[in-house]
């Protein structure tokens, strides 16, 4: 992937920049001459996917007719949880 031209970049002033949270400070590192007073505990923002529990679904490997697959993904986004829950209803779940 190639980097952006510098003049095609935002220009970037501490005034743009959000307030840190209390959550934030408590998990940030803390250094003093480059020496380190608090390590930092997990990241500085809760981006991502939230855990796991115990009903996570599984990814898995299988082969379906071109034609059942397309009249899925016909009915646009969310094709895949469609045919889910055809499966289940399949299923009697």
Same mark, same amino acid.
């Given at each position: 992937?190639?980097?952006?031209?510098?003049?095609? /970049?935002?220009? *970037?002033?501490?005034?743009?920049?959000?307030? *840190?949270t209390d959550d934030q400070l408590? @998990?940030?590192?803390?250094?003093?001459? !480059?020496?380190?007073?608090r390590p930092a505990i997990g990241?500085?923002?809760?981006?991502? @996917?939230?855990?796991?529990?115990?009903?996570?679904?599984? $990814?898995?490997? /299988?082969?379906?007719?071109?034609?059942?697959?397309? @009249?899925?993904?016909?009915?646009?986004? !969310? *094709? $895949?949880? @469609?045919?889910?829950?055809?499966l289940r209803k399949a299923v !009697? /779940?």
């Open positions: 992937m190639t980097r952006k031209p510098a003049a095609s /970049l935002p220009v *970037w002033d501490d005034d743009d920049l959000p307030e *840190w408590d @998990r940030a590192e803390f250094s003093i001459g !480059g020496k380190v007073v990241t500085l923002t809760k981006a991502g @996917r939230p855990p796991l529990g115990a009903a996570a679904k599984r $990814q898995v490997t /299988l082969r379906l007719d071109p034609d059942v697959i397309e @009249r899925f993904r016909e009915g646009g986004p !969310g *094709w $895949q949880g @469609r045919m889910n829950e055809a !009697g /779940l």
